[in-house]
Structures are given as C-alpha cells and as structure tokens.
C-alpha cells in the first residue's frame, strides 16, 4: 500500500489546494485518479491491493461507472478474468437504445468507480443496473474520501470495497515525509467535519 501511494503521489494523482468536486463539494484535495491509466504500474499496484481485499469470487460481472470507472473496471476484468459491463451517463439515442453496456441480467455485479465522496456516481449506476435486470451486490473505488458514500452504499444492501481511504493515504504522505503538518492538519479537520455529520 505505501508502494501505491507514493506512486500516486510522485505522478501527480493527489493535488493540494481549493477544489470544486462533480458533487458541488469544495475541498483542500483532489484525487486525480484519471492520470492513472497512463502509469502501468500504478494500474499493476492498484490490481493487487483490489485482489488482497476483494473476493471477486462472489460477483458475476464488473460494472464500470462512466467515465471514470470503465477504464478501471476493464483492467481489473481483464487481469482477473472476470466479464466487465459498463453503464453510460445517458441512454443511446440510436441503435440499441440502451445505456448498459454488456451482459449484467441476472447477474451479481460489482460496481466499480475511482473515488467516492458522496457516493452519488454509484447509486445511479446502481438504479440502472436494477432496472436492467441486473443484481448490484457491491461496490468498489480505489480512494474512499470518507464523506459519505460507504453509509449511502451500505444502505442499499450492497457490499462496499474500497483500496484505501482518504485518511490512510494523507496519514501515509505526513509519515513519510511528503506532506507538511500544516497542510495534513487542515485536510485532517476537513475530514474530521464530514465525520461529525
């Protein structure tokens, strides 16, 4: 795990500074996990610590979340063997018409996204998995930001996965050396807020 987060750290995957997230949040962090897929290395560290926690075992398929999660869904699909689907943003206006993407009917599913904050990105993937006939039993990011989203998961009756969570990455950059105590304090009590709610 310490492997993976200086990776991460060293490639320009975690970000200081004031950040609006795609859930409206404002936030000292970023987790730019999409920088990812041009770093073999990181994917190869990321699978392994995914096969340490997960018992792929107990899911049919993987489901990628768009966009984020496909790319990381198809890597772990690809290296463990397991069938991947996706779920796009919108549902095709031609064609199929349809906004899943592979086989998922009848079949447990695992869903997969990067990050997770509020846990919005998976209960919608969630929801149309559900209404394809699929059945959602879990779900899986590499960076939980501890805002909510394992509550909101778990409260659908789903599993919830996770590599690591905010705290254990900012704990493992102050440790090490990589981060100042100023700044580790002040995204310290910015999780710490979230907690309390």
Known sequence: MQELIHELYKVGVVKIGSFVLSSGITS?????MRRIY????IMRLIIDEVSKRVDLTQYDVLVGVATSGVALAAFVAAVTNKPMAYVRLERKDHGTLSQVEGEVE?????IVDDVATTGDSIIKTYEVLKSAGAVPTGALVVVDREQGAEERV??????????????QLFNTLKNDGLLNGATYEEIMRYLESYRRK
């Open 38 to 41: 041009s770093y073999p290395k």
């Open 28 to 32: 000292p962090f970023y987790i730019d």
């Open 106 to 110: 009848g079949r447990t599913s695992l």
């Open 154 to 167: 778990r409260s659908l009756g789903m599993r919830y996965h996770y590599v690591m969570t905010a705290r």
